[in-house]
């Protein structure tokens, strides 16, 4: 599986676009990118997921360049309720259930 | 919505003991999965199933055993129990493919 590489923190005020960029320039051509992420003392959460074309759901939008080496996750409007540890994971959508491997994230905090 | 159900919260136990920490899902998924989660060790794969009786090894099973003898159950054993595993356990569940999953909110167990 692809390795992802993520800023270890970033800041955010409240109200403005949260854009959280990973990399993972070593992505195969089936492999996928999801984001989850995890808000403290709770368990993580599924965001969003994509191939190669940008795709938005209610949570946040996926951006993937169009090489696929990089993807930058957005969160329109950020609330404090947006303070977590975010995820991103590349790995096939068939693939063995042990590709679901966490790395150590990015620890977003959203300022108010 | 996905439910995944961990049966305790908070766990304390005595070293030596044998420990059972149950998790169920409502969504018919094949796949389960344990983790632990540890300050500054991130989520780490205990082991995970892939059907009923069928179990592999994550990254860290030492001191581990599992049991999945229902599709919507997954139990992890603590055969007996150590300081060292005192910490955060997450279980989670997915469909086909395992890349969306879906997290229970965690037990924290303290072994003294």
């Known amino acids: 599986d692809a390795k992802t590489t993520q800023p270890p923190s970033m800041d955010c005020a409240e109200g403005r676009a949260a854009n959280l960029p990973c990399n993972h320039s070593t992505i195969s051509g089936n492999e996928y990118v999801y984001w989850y992420r995890q808000i403290h003392s709770q368990g993580p959460q599924y965001i969003i997921h994509?191939?190669?074309n940008n795709e938005t759901n209610e949570m946040a939008s996926l951006i993937i360049t169009e090489d696929r080496k990089s993807s930058t996750l957005i969160l329109p409007h950020a609330t404090l309720r947006d303070t977590a540890v975010y995820y991103c994971i590349v790995r096939t959508r068939t693939g063995s259930a042990r590709q679901l491997t966490f790395g150590s994230g990015t620890q977003l905090t959203v300022l108010p | 919505d996905v439910k995944v159900t961990q049966s305790s919260r908070y766990l304390v136990k005595r070293t030596g003991e044998k420990v059972f920490l149950e998790c169920v899902q409502d969504m018919d998924h094949e796949n389960m999965f344990w983790y632990r989660q540890d300050p500054g060790l991130g989520l780490r794969l205990i082991y995970f199933s892939y059907d009923v009786k069928m179990k592999e090894k994550g990254d860290i099973p030492e001191g581990y055993s599992v049991s999945r003898e229902k599709k919507e159950r997954f139990s992890l054993i603590l055969e007996s129990a150590s300081t060292n595993q005192t910490s955060m356990y997450l279980c989670?569940?997915?469909?086909?493919?395992?890349?969306?999953?879906?997290f229970g909110q965690g037990t924290r167990l303290t072994v003294v």
């Open positions: 994509g191939l190669k």
């Open positions: 989670a569940s997915s469909g086909q493919g395992a890349g969306k999953a879906f």
